[in-house]
């Protein structure tokens, strides 16, 4: 089984464009019907709609890192 979380989170390290990310992503899922299986069940398990649940997980995680940074920045600040 396709561990869905970790290769979102390559997808979005490598590729910081949104529109780079959905042409792999689609790319990828057009190649691999064991993955495109793995990622219905991924949304069902997670409550993503398959449309979009790849794109709403990788904004999700873009904003936990931009949440970080903004916190590390204003600890800093703070010194």
Same mark, same amino acid.
């Given at each position: ?8 989170? *390559? !997808? !979005? ?5 949104? &529109? *780079?990310? @959905?042409?792999? $992503? +689609? #790319?990828?899922?057009? #190649? =691999?019907? %064991?993955? *495109?299986? =793995?990622?219905?069940? $991924?949304? @069902?398990? +997670?409550?993503?709609? &398959? ?6 997980? !990788?904004? *999700?995680? %873009? %904003?936990?890192? =931009?949440?970080? $940074? @903004?916190?590390?920045? @204003?600890?800093?600040?703070? !010194?």
């Amino acid at each position: 089984m396709n561990d869905i979380n970790e290769i979102l989170r *390559e !997808l !979005l390290d490598r590729y910081p464009n949104p &529109t *780079e990310q @959905d042409q792999i $992503w +689609h #790319q990828m899922l057009s #190649q =691999d019907r %064991a993955l *495109e299986s =793995d990622y219905k069940e $991924w949304c @069902d398990a +997670h409550g993503y709609q &398959t449309a979009s649940g790849y794109r709403d997980f !990788l904004n *999700e995680l %873009a %904003a936990q890192r =931009d949440s970080f $940074w @903004d916190t590390a920045d @204003d600890y800093g600040n703070n !010194l």
